[in-house]
């Protein structure tokens, strides 16, 4: 994992707010989309979007300094998922006229949630070839491979080619799948539930994980290790987040932005903000490629 560390970095806490201002702020989004146009210009709108989270990961793949790939890999990667996984799965419920899952009168499973449970085997697959032949920074899978795999030759696998903006792009968009289906199937009765024991021991658990992954994070200094650290953290503190709203016990401000315009507006300027002063104090700083 990253190396370049010290006692307390505010960029590790810059890196967090950053993550985890995107998680509402995609949801907002969708949303927006949906009100704002009608069937046929909201895919045209959705496939551009993720055409354009596309466009920027390879912006990235061409900038010299780690941090400024980092951020466009992360940005990229928004988009991509939101534009062309999220919508895709919006587009295909729509066309078929697959119904939202209904309790008491109110929708508690849009459909395009439905169907992104049928993706399990793809997951499966591509972790696979994650575990079995190849070598990421994710301490998590490393410690998987240590653990489980210990396959001799194994730990000196690199990549060829490390690119930040593409790993970045990659770890969002695979952590957002893995986290979204365990959340679909422990809501889904048919396996547990979202009142099930598992279900609270997959919130708090998450929480735990999340607080003892922050406590590291604040420890990265560099910038791109920082909100490539963050984004495991934040997602899996979100999964928390997540069930807190399942079980109603605060209001999603995210899911209904027209409501609140004064506060997504604050939250998306933050989110900029933030953004810019860490892409562009990443020039200020010399490059250290990290490991």
């Known amino acids: 994992m990253e190396t370049n560390k010290k006692r307390f970095s505010l960029n590790g806490v810059w890196a967090f707010l950053i993550v985890l201002f995107s998680m509402p702020l995609g949801h ?26 596309l466009i920027i990961t390879l912006i990235g793949f061409y900038v010299k300094r780690t941090g400024q790939q980092t951020l466009l890999g992360f940005i990229g990667g928004l988009l991509f998922w939101t534009g062309w996984i999220e919508f895709g799965y919006v587009y295909i419920a729509r066309r078929y006229g697959i119904e939202p899952l209904m309790e008491n009168g109110e929708i508690v499973t849009k459909p395009e949630y439905l169907l992104m449970p049928s993706s399990i085997g793809f997951w499966a697959m591509t972790m696979l070839g994650y575990l ?17 795999v210990r396959r001799e030759g194994l730990y000196t696998f690199t990549p060829s080619l490390q690119n930040k903006s593409i790993i970045t792009f990659m770890e969002l968009n695979i ?51 920082a909100i490539r650290y963050a984004i495991p953290t934040v997602i899996i503190f979100w ?44 020039k200020k700083r010399k490059n250290h490629p990290t490991k």
């Open 132 to 148: 079995f032949n190849s070598r990421t920074g994710c301490t998590f899978l490393n410690w998987i491979q240590r653990r489980v």
């Open 175 to 225: 952590l957002l799948w893995t986290f979204y289906l365990l959340l679909l199937f422990v809501y889904d009765n048919a396996f547990l539930g979202d009142r099930h024991p598992i279900t609270y021991i997959v919130a708090f658990g998450s929480l735990v994980w999340a607080l003892y992954l922050f406590v590291r994070l604040i420890r990265i200094k560099e910038i791109g290790a």
């Open 239 to 282: 999964n928390f987040v997540e069930i807190l709203g399942r079980w109603d016990l605060f209001k999603e401000i995210w899911v209904h932005p027209l409501d609140y315009v004064l506060e997504m507006g604050l939250m998306l300027l933050s989110f900029v903000v933030l953004i810019v002063i860490l892409y562009f104090s990443d």
């Open 28 to 53: 907002a989004l969708m949303i927006l989309c949906e009100h704002l146009f009608g069937d046929n210009q909201l895919f045209i709108a959705a496939f551009l979007m993720g055409f354009i989270g």
